[in-house]
């Protein structure tokens, strides 16, 4: 199984390692398949993601697209962030091996979940997309 040059850099120097102590939104989400468990921590003013953060157990490129997902939202509107596709995190790390394709799809996941569990906290109508869970393993914290 080959890695890109980017996946092997996020995981050997993952970005926004950690956690934040009052954070606006928590995501979690893990795959029982494969053990990997992966939570995002959000500090969003006005609508733009000041901080994230992350913690990841598991394997290499579940490390990688958690860094990498962190990266992409950095900065953002809540919105954009929403926006974000396991397709698009792939895309960032040049590429993943196919039996890792699921690493990238936790990361989104971990997202949209941070970003409904800030829509809870602040009485924002969460839309029906963020509502159910759609991993590889159906297993998640999303509702």
């Known amino acids: 199984m080959a890695y890109s040059g980017a996946v092997m850099d996020h995981f050997a120097n993952p970005r926004n ?16 398949k494969c053990g990997d468990i992966m939570k995002i ?24 697209t958690s860094s990498m997902a962190t990266e992409l939202i950095k900065g953002k509107s809540v ?17 993943l091996p196919p039996q890792k394709i699921h690493c990238s799809v936790l990361a989104e996941e971990a997202v949209k979940a941070a970003i409904a ?7 924002i109508a969460i839309p029906e997309d963020l509502k159910q869970c759609t991993s590889c393993c159906g297993d998640c914290t999303l509702h």
């Open 41 to 64: 921590y959000l500090k969003i003013d006005g609508n733009k993601i000041q901080d994230v953060k992350f913690n990841t157990f598991g394997c290499g490129a579940a490390i990688a």
């Open 79 to 95: 919105e954009d962030a929403l926006n974000l596709t396991n397709k698009a995190v792939i895309e960032a790390l040049d590429g």
């Open 17 to 32: 390692v950690g956690t934040i102590d009052d954070a606006d939104g928590v995501g979690e989400v893990g795959n029982a």
């Open 117 to 123: 569990d800030y829509y809870q906290k602040n009485g």
